[in-house]
């Protein structure tokens, strides 16, 4: 089967890299758990689930200047990061 060439490899370390550039900002840290619903430990206990990943990139992605800042402080293409979002979302639609 063939690749696809627009599907990150690595989604789970691209979410994990958004991740942390969003909890380097105490505002915007408190906005992700406010919006998502989480708790600090429920964040923590969620870093290996894929849904928990893409909710975190669907939260950049509703606020496309902290996409942009994301993307450029973990060095990826905005597009990559909607990407990663949407194998989080749909695990078994990719080929490997």
Known sequence: ???N???PPDSEIIALQ?????????DRAERLLALTGLDPRELRS????PAMLASLLGFLANHEPDLLA????IGVAPAT???????????????D
Request: hydrophobic share 45%.
């Open 1 to 3: 089967m063939e690749t």
């Open 5 to 7: 060439p627009n599907l």
């Open 70 to 73: 994301c993307a450029d402080a």
């Open 18 to 26: 958004a991740l942390g550039w969003v909890l380097q900002d105490q």
């Open 81 to 95: 990061l909607a990407a990663a979002a949407h194998h989080l979302n749909s695990p078994g639609d990719f080929h």
């Open 46 to 49: 969620g870093l290996e689930d």
